[in-house]
């Protein structure tokens, strides 16, 4: 028992030994620092030569790198000047080895020139020789040449036009005008007419190009199938401004439905240069929803130079 309470004074007094002497190492290095600050400052910075951890010096960076970037740059510059091919040099591609840009689409093609007269006249031709051959139309046994059929529907159509104006005065001239086409072609030209809009879709713009230029064409004077100016005025202004009209048109194929909605707006602002809007018919309203319409389908080859057409109208027309 003696020895083992005459070990721990010792321990205690070796860890205060230690303390002090810490304490005291301390102590000399301080006032030493406050004394000597510049010896202590050499000594400290001569300490990692010392013990071996010198720092290498950093590394600069080398500009032959960029200098011989500038060269190639340069001797590029000097080989295309002079079109040969300097030693070393960097070639740059010339126009003939670049490739082509994309020929001009959507709205940067070009608007088609107007068809003059004798182009309308031949494409109706054309077209109507064409019908001629039609195994679609042996069907309707016909007693006489497809294109004297469809001249007599068109004088047919001339002689009972539509009421136009004040149509809502009375519900029986609103129904007449539903049935228009009923009631003067008969159900069996409605059908025939039907099932050649259904074959001649693709078709269908070249044909109403070629008629809105024959009707509008000055003296043009077709041998086939034409509508008079007046007559074309009468109808557009029914397809756009009645209830029979539109009622019509909405139970019509999209492209048929925009088609005659386009060209009845063209025919009747040539009525406005003419002075010859005898029905007084305002489409400033109506240009902008047909924008949207054949801006959204996918029915119409020539979109593109229908909304260009109908924006120049939009300027002439603004709405009231």
């Given amino acids: ?73 340069e001797t590029a510059a000097l080989s295309t000047q002079s079109g040969e091919e300097l030693p070393g040099s960097i070639q740059l591609p010339s126009a003939a080895t670049q490739p082509a840009l994309p020929a001009p689409t959507g709205a940067d093609k070009p608007a088609a020139p107007p ?38 529907l068109k004088d047919k159509l001339a002689a009972k036009p539509p009421t136009v104006v004040r149509e809502t005065d009375d519900l029986y001239t609103v129904i007449a005008n539903t049935a228009h086409f009923f009631r003067v072609l008969g159900k069996d030209n409605i059908r025939l007419l039907k099932t050649l809009l259904e074959h001649e879709q693709g078709g269908l713009e070249n044909l109403a190009n070629a008629l809105y230029a024959a009707s509008v064409g000055p003296d043009c004077q077709a041998d086939t199938v034409q509508l008079p100016f007046s007559m074309a ?15 019509y048109l909405f139970r019509r194929a999209a492209r048929v439905r925009l088609l005659i909605n386009y060209y009845a707006l063209l025919l009747i602002d040539e009525a406005a240069n003419r002075n010859l809007n005898t029905h007084g018919t305002d489409i400033s309203g109506l240009i902008q929803p047909l924008i949207q319409e054949i801006e959204a389908t996918n029915q ?21």
């Fill in 1 to 73: 028992m003696k020895n083992r309470k005459s070990r721990k004074p010792a321990k205690k007094l070796t860890l205060q030994s230690l303390a002090l002497g810490c304490t005291v190492l301390a102590a000399v290095l301080a006032g030493a620092w406050v004394l000597f600050p510049t010896e202590i400052e050499k000594a400290m910075q001569q300490f990692p030569q010392v013990v071996g951890l010198e720092q290498k010096p950093a590394q600069e960076t080398s500009p032959l790198p960029i200098l011989k970037q500038e060269q190639k740059t």
């Fill in 115 to 152: 068809m003059t007269c004798s182009q309308a006249t031949g494409s109706l031709r054309n077209f109507v020789e064409g019908l001629e051959k039609k195994d679609y139309l042996q069907d309707f046994k016909l007693k006489q040449p497809v294109r004297k059929h469809l001249e007599g």
């Fill in 233 to 247: 005025y009468d109808y557009s202004v029914f397809f756009l401004n009645t209830i029979g009209g539109r009622s």
């Fill in 300 to 320: 119409l080859a020539r979109k593109e130079e229908y909304v260009n057409r109908l924006r120049e109208l939009a300027e002439r027309h603004p709405v009231r």
